[in-house]
């Protein structure tokens, strides 16, 4: 399964990044997660476990995060539940009208004849719109904050 969803924000690169990297303000900012509790905590390598909805059904699953400031990257690597496996890679990159927030997932299926099936409802059904989700509530809070007024 390969999944990519991407919007273009209008914000600093560097403040969509740190937005994106802070899972511990996601709940806070983007209606769909229910929490995030941290496992294992430091600055550029997290173990979380994440809770969303996605059109009133709970998920949850547990994930490592990778920071790189230096590329500008945000890795997941899902450890459990139905998604396990999972890579999951955030990238932004300037573009003209913006800057080009992508969220890729890769999954390779442990059952390969329930692929397809899968394919729809994990990655079409959750992934998909949940990722999308979370661009469009990610972008409002950051185009927010980046045109507030400060006396």
Do not use: C
């Not at 079409?124 to 509530?137: C, E, G, P, Q, Y």
């Amino acid at each position: 399964m390969h999944k990519v969803n991407s919007i273009i924000m209008q914000a600093p690169k560097s403040s969509i990044f740190e937005t994106a990297a802070n899972l511990e303000l996601w709940p806070k900012i983007l209606p769909h997660y229910r929490s995030i509790h941290y496992l294992e905590r430091s600055p550029n390598r997290n173990i979380v476990v994440m809770a969303a909805t996605r059109s009133g059904i709970p998920i949850s699953w547990t994930s490592e995060q990778f920071i790189d400031p230096d590329k500008l990257e945000i890795r997941f690597h899902h450890l459990k539940a139905i998604t396990k496996g999972m890579r999951v890679v955030w990238t932004f990159q300037d573009v003209p009208t913006g800057v080009l927030v992508e969220i890729k997932h890769d999954l390779a299926f442990r059952v390969n004849f329930l692929a397809p099936i899968a394919d729809k409802i994990i990655g079409d059904f959750f992934i998909h719109n949940i990722a999308s989700k979370t661009l469009r509530a990610m972008r409002s809070y950051v185009e927010a904050i980046g045109n507030k007024v400060t006396a």
